[in-house]
């Protein structure tokens, strides 16, 4: 935690004086340094936010090939976004994805929180364990299970499943790595929510002679929903953008099932070398999140009250 | 009896949850026909991937490097916003906090396109640079959040007196805040390691020569052979020498994770 200086209530006046004339005597000269401070940030954010967000709204109204000469064509690559038949499918694929994901990882996450919610031996070990694979990199993971759930090579041979081979089995498994990397992060989120309900509350609850259950559907939940709440935004924001699980671990495949919106946008740009194409589909995916966004952030704060 | 049923759940629940990275980093040093190690235990897949492509040392410099400047870089730009914005007026003070914190609003996914062309336009395409800058700024909302925090939680008087005391703004910075600020620091540069350090999609699209690789890219494209089998062995070698580091500095730094986490650091 932050060190906080220790009280000094025997200050100097003639200090807090000097302050506040020295505050008064230099407002201009104070204004430029804390520009000056605050410029490599604005640079930062000028140069590689700013420009590039609008540079991708500009790409996406022109013909902009991986080389050559660009050349403006509004709406071209807008109105032939429906003709692209992967990019539709890919639209539902990562839909019925990150339903299935968020139901899922919620559940889990809610059961293993519940689990480790109490201070008992063992349990920081338990913390750990579940929240260990949040700490290896999620490409790192995804090549881990490339190589786990290969029939030949890992552990599970002798269950003769193709765990990739088929489309149901390649998201089955999918959604095995999702659980396995993102439940424990996803249960330190509800520990966090879970640690803020105060104890006399439960005390309350045992003296009124409540059951286990009506403690947890009647006290417990309704306290957590800005927590849940927050969980499931993560959750959906970070499932439609999903690009990892499906380029390393399935490779979009088998058949092109498993292709997910930000992969056909990598496609587009780098093996049809069409970019103007793939910002007009990062405009929209953009939109579509900034919306839900401001959506669940709305939601989120009408929770709160 | 419900106590030790929980248990045991708890416990089932921990081994199947520690298990794939047990089974990693066992099937790293066992022996396997055709394999970097033919037989028994050792450590001959990690021999054989030191030899991989442009060479295990090249990824790893690439990627420790890439890592470096973020952590550093990030460190910068976000102690001096976070002076800037807990201690000074500025005119569009609150304009520039808001873009900051709209990087979060915007996918990530989303704006890479257009940096791969604007990099390129300023010479940083194909660049260990472009990329370190490209992970500060997406860096930057946490951090700058964070660091402004840490700096307001800091009583003014001790800055301030310091500068009545004949300190300019910076000395009162590197000598007084900066210590005192150390935590917040610290939670920063884990952040920026962390996800510099595992970050794929950024190097698959802005560095197109394979010698530029940082380690996620390189021991993907192990699994991207033609002709060939596919070296598991090697595979889960590569996958062993990414996570490790990870896992110790999240071991090590558990509280400063759990900090970061509590103060809104909640992008995977």
């Known amino acids: 935690m932050t060190r906080l200086a220790p009280p000094r209530a025997g200050r100097d006046l003639d200090k807090v004086a000097a302050r506040a004339s020295h505050a008064r005597g230099r407002p201009r000269s104070r204004r430029y340094i804390g520009m000056l401070y605050a410029a490599p940030t604005a640079v930062i954010v000028g140069v590689l936010f700013l420009a590039p967000l609008a540079l991708v709204v500009w790409m996406s109204l022109n013909k902009w090939p991986l080389l050559g000469q660009a050349r403006f064509n509004a709406p071209e690559n807008y109105t032939k976004i429906s003709d692209d038949p992967l990019f539709v499918d890919s639209v539902f694929f990562t839909l019925k994805y990150t339903l299935i994901i968020t139901v899922l990882l919620s559940a889990v996450a809610l059961g293993l929180a519940l689990l480790v919610q109490n201070r008992r031996p063992g349990v920081t070990f338990f913390r750990t364990a579940f929240f260990l694979p949040g700490a290896v990199g999620f490409a790192a993971a995804s090549l881990l299970f490339y190589g786990m759930l290969n029939p030949d090579f890992g552990p599970l041979g002798f269950m003769d499943v193709k765990w990739i081979g088929t489309p149901n089995m390649a998201l089955f498994s999918t959604i095995a790595l999702v659980l396995w990397r993102f439940a424990g992060f996803n249960m330190l989120i509800l520990l966090t929510g879970l640690q803020a309900i105060p104890v006399q509350v439960y005390e309350a609850a045992r003296t009124d002679g409540a059951s286990r259950w009506q403690t947890f559907t009647k006290i417990t939940l309704p306290l957590l929903r800005p927590t849940i709440a927050l969980m499931l935004i993560l959750s959906i924001t970070g499932s439609l953008l999903a690009f990892d699980q499906f380029f390393i671990f399935t490779n979009g495949g088998p058949d092109n099932s498993t292709v997910s919106m930000v992969m056909v946008i990598y496609r587009n740009a780098f093996f049809r070398f069409d970019l103007g194409g793939a910002a007009a589909l990062s405009v929209v995916l953009l939109a579509a999140l900034v919306a839900l966004n401001a959506l669940q952030l709305r939601v989120l704060r009408g929770g709160d009250k | 009896m419900r106590r030790t049923g929980s248990y045991s759940a708890t416990s089932a629940l921990a081994v199947l949850f520690l298990f794939p990275l047990l089974w990693s980093g066992w099937s790293s040093l066992k022996g396997q026909p055709g394999s970097g190690q033919t037989n028994g235990y050792g450590f001959g897949n990690y021999t054989r991937m030191a030899h991989f ?17 973020t952590v550093a870089g990030t460190l910068l730009v976000s102690a001096l916003g976070g002076y800037a914005f ?39 395409q194909n660049s260990l640079v472009g990329l370190s800058l490209v992970f500060v700024m997406f860096q930057l909302p946490f951090a700058l959040y964070m660091m402004r925090n840490s700096f307001e939680a800091v009583p003014r008087e001790l800055d301030e007196s310091a500068m009545v005391d004949g300190c300019g703004t910076f000395r009162a910075f590197t000598l007084i805040l900066l210590p005192a600020v150390r935590p917040g620091l610290v939670t920063v540069g884990l952040f920026a390691f962390l996800a510099s350090w595992n970050d794929f999609l950024a190097p698959l699209i802005l560095l197109n020569d394979g010698a530029s690789f940082p380690l996620p890219v390189a021991v993907w494209s192990m699994t991207q052979r033609t002709f060939g089998a596919i070296d598991y062995g090697m595979l889960e070698a590569g996958v062993m020498v990414m996570a490790i580091p990870c896992l110790l500095l999240f071991i090590v730094l558990q509280r400063y994770y759990v900090r970061g986490f509590m103060s809104g650091a909640l992008r995977g």
Do not use: C, D, Q
Request: proline residues 5%; hydrophobic residues 55%.
């Open chain 2, 53 to 69: 492509g442009e060479g295990l040392t090249s990824y790893l410099t690439n990627s420790l490097l890439v890592s470096a400047m």
């Open chain 2, 86 to 124: 807990a201690r000074f007026a500025f005119p569009g003070k609150n304009l520039l906090f808001l873009a900051t914190l709209a990087i979060l609003m915007v996918p990530y996914a989303t704006i890479l396109i257009p940096l791969y062309v604007l990099l390129g336009k300023i010479g940083l």
